[in-house]
């Protein structure tokens, strides 16, 4: 029953500017890591930025002072804000999480969103 719904996506110049969020939703009862990840055709999955329930973040090198992960543990909710786009920054993007609640309350499961299409256009 827990979901990540994910929204910002979209087609955007080289340089523009996107902001991504991913909500919770479900009988959770706590979150602790949240994450975004990418994968563009022919490519892995690969981490893009990291950020712990007290705050801690965690960048790729390649997007390291362009992106900006963020959260609001008040509606179970993880952001980030890409700045200074590239083409290469072209991916499906996809939020997780490490969430308790139904129906694994003991422990904590990685859930992931259905992912969502940037387009950086050069």
């Known amino acids: 029953q827990v979901q990540l719904v994910e929204s910002g996506g979209g087609l955007v110049q080289a340089g523009g500017s996107l902001r991504l969020s991913c909500a919770a939703s479900g009988t959770i009862l706590s979150i602790n890591d949240m994450g975004w990840y990418r994968q563009a055709p022919g490519n892995q999955r690969e981490l893009v930025a990291t950020?712990?329930?007290?705050?801690?973040?965690n960048y790729a090198d390649s997007v390291k002072g362009r992106f900006t992960i963020s959260r609001d543990n008040a509606k179970n909710t993880v952001f980030l804000q890409m700045s200074s786009l590239k083409p290469e920054d072209t991916a499906v993007y996809y939020c997780n999480a490490d969430v308790r609640g139904y129906p694994f309350r003991t422990h904590y499961s990685k859930y992931w969103g259905q992912g969502t299409q940037v387009t950086v256009s050069s």
């Open positions: 950020i712990t329930n007290d705050g801690n973040t």
